[in-house]
């Protein structure tokens, strides 16, 4: 039988599909890339917000043309079943363990350390999706990374809901940073509030840790913060502290009852802080969150501020990438397209997916580490020699 495995949402999806896709592999069945050669197609979906539950309706719906038998797994599994077509069959999140089958280039893998969520943030339906939170013994993620470590990956990506939860995350890195073959060490996902001076210590005198953290702000305001159910910290202190390390954070518009003073506090704060990498999205109302029962904002308002934030933070980037133009970093190759002659690769100031890349016009090999002078910045990416 072959199965071919469509992911949608996060990274921590892909840790699942990864999973189910080695569980599969050990009793037998063929992994393939494309649906046409399937027998049975699996679609792990997202269901976050509902943008999210519409993509995963739309993907589903266009795997029913093809003849295989069409799976669900994820998320939209747990609470929204009553959304699925007919004809589908759902397997539950969590049904499958084992060594999983990497997706990802050599060059790097995300490891999941955690599942499930205990922060009950007022806007989020990951608790009650997801369940509570739940660590991986120290012992099955140093397993795993020694694993991939022996086959050549280089860089680990950590991914939780929130790192800061793990007990003695400082403890973990360490012990990874000992395997033989591990090159990066990645955060993602540090709540502001759970952020320590020991772990900023260690990512910046780790050699091994990328100087990167992808730290969720949600919002400045310590009004929405409050009704957000978040705790309220200093945020300019925090990015003073982080010196050296390049940000990448995410924040949500449009909150309920987000007044034009809490929108500005924001908005200064971007102008000031001058963070790397921000992702904006708009407050989506979720039945049976908390926030669903609060005064709401209309979407033309949330439109307008999304288009505000992100034109800040635009030429921020624009700026930030203009002043690495003649440098030289260090990068690991993570694509090469042999038709067209060039590759694409990472400093440890980018992580994969979700920041803009370094694009060099020569065929290089993928998961190996190169010296890379920027010359140039074309569109969000930057364009670098091989030296």
């Known amino acids: 039988m072959k199965v071919a495995i469509t992911t949608l949402g996060c990274d921590k999806n892909t840790v699942d599909s990864e999973t189910l896709a080695g569980a599969l592999k050990s009793q037998g069945y063929t992994l393939v890339a494309r649906d046409e050669d399937a027998d049975i197609i699996i679609v792990n979906t997202c269901a976050f917000i509902k943008s999210a539950r519409d993509e995963a309706l739309k993907v589903i719906k266009s795997k029913l043309k093809y003849k295989a038998k069409v799976v669900i ?106 395997i033989k073959g591990v090159k990066r060490i990645r955060l993602h996902y540090i709540y502001p509030s759970g952020i320590t001076d020991d772990l900023i210590t260690e990512v910046k005198t780790n050699p091994k840790v990328c100087k990167y953290l992808d730290i969720p702000f949600q919002h400045i305001s310590p009004r929405i913060l409050n009704l957000m159910n978040r705790k309220p910290i200093n945020p300019l202190a925090l990015v003073k502290k982080l010196h050296g390390i390049t940000v990448r954070s995410t924040f949500m518009v449009g909150f309920p009852t987000e007044t034009e003073e809490d929108f500005e506090i924001l908005c200064n704060f971007l102008k000031t802080a001058r963070l790397d990498y921000v992702g904006f999205f708009k407050y989506s109302r979720e039945v049976g969150t908390p926030a669903h029962s609060m005064s709401q904002i209309d979407d033309k308002t949330k439109t307008s501020r999304l288009k505000t934030v992100q034109s800040i933070q635009n030429d921020i980037l624009l700026q930030i990438h203009q002043s690495k133009i003649g440098k030289t970093v260090k990068v690991v190759c993570d694509f090469v397209d042999d038709v067209l002659g060039y590759s694409i690769v990472r400093s440890e100031s980018q992580s994969p997916d979700v920041d803009p890349v370094i694009i060099v016009k020569d065929k290089l090999q993928v998961g190996r580490y190169y010296e890379v002078k920027i010359k140039e910045l074309r569109d969000e990416n930057l364009i670098g020699e091989a030296i």
């Open 73 to 178: 797994t994820g998320c939209i599994t747990v609470k929204h079943k009553n959304l699925l077509p007919d004809g589908v069959e759902v397997w539950e999140i969590g049904k499958h363990t084992g060594q999983k089958l990497l997706s990802t280039p050599q060059s790097y893998t995300y490891i999941k350390i955690s599942d499930g969520c205990d922060n009950h943030c007022s806007y989020c339906t990951i608790p009650s999706i997801r369940g509570r939170y739940i660590a991986r013994h120290e012992t099955d993620i140093l397993k795993e990374i020694t694993h991939f470590a022996n086959i050549g990956v280089g860089e680990f990506i950590l991914v939780a809901q929130d790192l800061t939860r793990y007990p003695n995350l400082i403890a973990l890195i360490r012990n990874i940073s000992k």
